[in-house]
């Protein structure tokens, strides 16, 4: 999803610098920045004039929480983590590392985040097509997964494995309130899985628990579309 923001400098007040943007919430995002002093002020108007409220942030510390419209102050914890992707879309790194992380928003430049973990789609392509021009290979391969899941599921787990699934969760659940990103959720899920699976082998010297690893996995790669989806 593309955001196009509009910039305006050498505006006169505290202010110099403007950023905003018209979001396909019928919503209008304003962001000042006074880059001497290290001050932001974000500010929501719904342009349907049921809402407006802002925020002023100074090097990474909100000090301000203010209805608009009647300038008393309120806690804008949920409204502005509900737009934290909008507001981390800004194409400025110094103004979002200004922001400091409040609600959620990235310290960097949303576009160059979703680079570094959008998945290589031509070769994904490739390779799936490589696997479907051979389908008696990949029949055989099916059934021998299957096989195989079927016996492992059998398994009881051990103590080690419900620990390493509850590390998952805890730690997806801890990593989705900090920045309400299913895409980090996600990474974080699998990391778990990953780092489990190399637990077994390297250290409790057994085979992987795979239904554990299942259990990890699955939920994070639909934690994964999710995030691809909705950015």
Same mark, same amino acid.
């Given at each position: 999803?593309?955001?196009?923001?509009?910039?305006?400098?050498?505006?006169?007040?505290?202010?110099?610098?403007?950023?905003?943007?018209?979001?396909?919430?019928?919503?209008?995002?304003?962001?000042?920045?006074?880059?001497?002093?290290?001050?932001?002020?974000?500010?929501?108007?719904?342009?349907?004039?049921?809402?407006?409220?802002?925020?002023?942030?100074?090097?990474?510390?909100?000090?301000?929480?203010?209805?608009?419209?009647?300038?008393?102050?309120?806690?804008?914890?949920?409204?502005?983590?509900?737009?934290?992707?909008?507001?981390?879309?800004?194409?400025?790194?110094?103004?979002?590392?200004?922001?400091?992380?409040?609600?959620?928003?990235?310290?960097?430049?949303?576009?160059?985040? $979703?680079?570094?973990?959008?998945?290589?789609?031509?070769?994904?392509?490739?390779?799936?097509?490589?696997?479907?021009?051979?389908?008696?290979?990949?029949?055989?391969?099916?059934?021998?997964?299957?096989?195989?899941?079927?016996?492992?599921?059998?398994?009881?787990?051990?103590?080690?494995?419900?620990?390493?699934?509850?590390?998952?969760?805890?730690?997806?659940?801890?990593?989705?309130?900090?920045?309400?990103?299913?895409?980090?959720?996600?990474?974080?899920?699998?990391?778990?899985?990953?780092?489990?699976?190399?637990?077994?082998?390297?250290?409790?010297?057994? $085979?992987?628990?795979?239904?554990?690893?299942?259990?990890?996995?699955?939920?994070?790669?639909?934690?994964?579309?999710?995030?691809?989806?909705?950015?």
């Amino acid at each position: 999803m593309r955001y196009s923001w509009k910039y305006i400098k050498g505006r006169g007040g505290d202010y110099p610098e403007l950023y905003f943007l018209d979001s396909q919430k019928k919503e209008q995002i304003q962001i000042e920045v006074n880059r001497i002093k290290g001050l932001v002020k974000i500010f929501i108007d719904t342009l349907e004039g049921e809402d407006s409220f802002y925020c002023v942030i100074s090097n990474g510390v909100i000090i301000r929480e203010r209805d608009f419209k009647t300038g008393k102050n309120r806690n804008l914890e949920k409204e502005f983590a509900q737009r934290h992707i909008e507001i981390s879309s800004l194409p400025d790194n110094e103004v979002l590392r200004v922001i400091g992380g409040n609600y959620g928003i990235l310290t960097q430049f949303l576009g160059k985040a $979703e680079r570094k973990i959008q998945p290589d789609l031509d070769e994904l392509n490739n390779f799936f097509q490589k696997i479907l021009s051979h389908p008696k290979k990949l029949l055989t391969t099916i059934l021998n997964i299957f096989n195989f899941l079927y016996k492992s599921c059998l398994e009881r787990p051990k103590l080690s494995d419900v620990l390493d699934a509850a590390l998952a969760v805890s730690l997806g659940f801890a990593i989705y309130n900090i920045n309400f990103n299913f895409l980090h959720t996600s990474l974080a899920a699998f990391s778990c899985s990953l780092f489990s699976g190399y637990a077994d082998w390297l250290f409790r010297k057994k $085979e992987p628990y795979l239904l554990k690893i299942i259990l990890i996995t699955v939920p994070s790669f639909v934690l994964f579309y999710l995030g691809i989806s909705y950015h």
